[in-house]
């Protein structure tokens, strides 16, 4: 496994992917927007166990794996994608993977991490971290206000089901989590908004699954009308693998999340592009321009199985209306 020197940490990795990858069985796949072209990436580092996508910037994007205390630096354009730099990750909380990231501010080295545990817990950790030459530091203390609760959604998060998705617009922050609770026969998932502008509590709310067995995996979000949050994100399950479109409205604090949970609209079901075999466990996500979105792989379940994946999703037009 390659182990990138504190010294050396943020260095060119000049590592080139195959692209297109030829076990794509389809290039296109329909949506309720029409034909949306797949292009599916490999990268070829020893990348392991990828949970978190966020973009940092001129073409490149942070992923962060779960137990792999390393952060890396991808570059996604025209060309293969590449890893540009490789950072170890200092003073994560031990007993916990990071499952998610996203960028704090305008400045792409300021970050913060999503958390779960296998311990058990009444709440699931968000901690903010910062990117230097060599070293990204994790700043536990200070991010002690951000955990997020789990008593509105009336559920005790499962071991190794936390904060899968978060994601970060402007000044607010969403968070996901992989725990699902049942209420009259829906699936939920315990969705939570808050803002940075100061230390309020975390305003909860539910997302309504659109399967069986289906859980979340990964969010991004931008700014939609009205001040709403636009925000897409990945259900999947062994089989299930769906990439879901909802709004969240900043004037529905006063809502019960169990009793109006957001129902959102399927954008792309990628079950189609893979009949044959179960869909890459994508678990990281994120914006690349209006219309073109970028999907990263787990590619450790119970022990590495292939290559880390990338799959980008051009839609034939942007699914945020005005835009």
Same mark, same amino acid.
């Given at each position: 496994m390659f182990r990138a020197p504190m010294a050396l940490a943020l260095v060119a990795i000049a590592c080139r992917a195959q692209s297109p990858d030829p076990s794509v069985p389809t290039s296109t796949v329909d949506t309720p927007l029409g034909p949306a072209t797949l292009e599916q990436m490999t990268l070829p580092m020893d990348l392991r166990g990828i949970s978190g996508l966020t973009p940092a910037g001129d073409g490149t994007f942070w992923a962060v794996p779960e137990r792999d205390r390393r952060l890396f630096r991808i570059r996604v354009d025209d060309r293969a994608p590449s890893v540009e730099a490789v950072v170890p990750i200092r003073g994560a909380p031990p007993d916990d993977d990071l499952e998610s990231v996203a960028v704090l501010t305008a400045d792409p080295t300021e970050l913060v991490f999503g958390c779960e545990t296998t311990l058990t817990r009444t709440s699931d950790r968000v901690v903010k971290a910062k990117v230097d030459v060599d070293v990204v530091t994790v700043d536990t203390h200070g991010s002690a206000k951000w955990s997020v609760e789990y008593a509105p959604w009336a559920v005790t998060p499962m071991r190794n089901r936390g904060l899968e998705a978060l994601c970060i617009e402007g000044r607010r922050m969403l968070a996901a989590s992989e725990t699902v609770k049942e209420v009259s026969g829906r699936r939920l998932a315990p969705v939570a908004i808050r803002s940075l502008d100061d230390d309020g509590p975390w305003v909860a709310r539910s997302l309504q699954l659109t399967s069986k067995e289906g859980k979340i995996s990964a969010v991004a979000c931008r700014a939609g009308d009205g001040g709403r949050l636009e925000t897409i994100a990945v259900e999947r399950h062994f089989g299930v693998m769906r990439v879901l479109r909802f709004t969240v409205d900043p004037g529905d604090a006063d809502t019960d999340p169990l009793a109006t949970p957001i129902v959102p609209e399927l954008l792309v079901d990628l079950s189609a592009a893979y009949p044959r075999d179960p869909p890459p466990n994508? *678990?990281?996500?994120?914006?690349? #321009? *209006?219309?073109?979105? /970028? /999907?990263?792989? #787990?590619n450790d379940y119970r022990g590495v199985s292939g290559p880390t994946t990338l799959l980008r999703i051009r839609l034939p037009k942007s699914p945020s209306p005005g835009r």
């Open positions: 994508f *678990e990281g996500l994120a914006w690349v #321009d *209006e219309r073109t979105m /970028l /999907l990263i792989s #787990d």
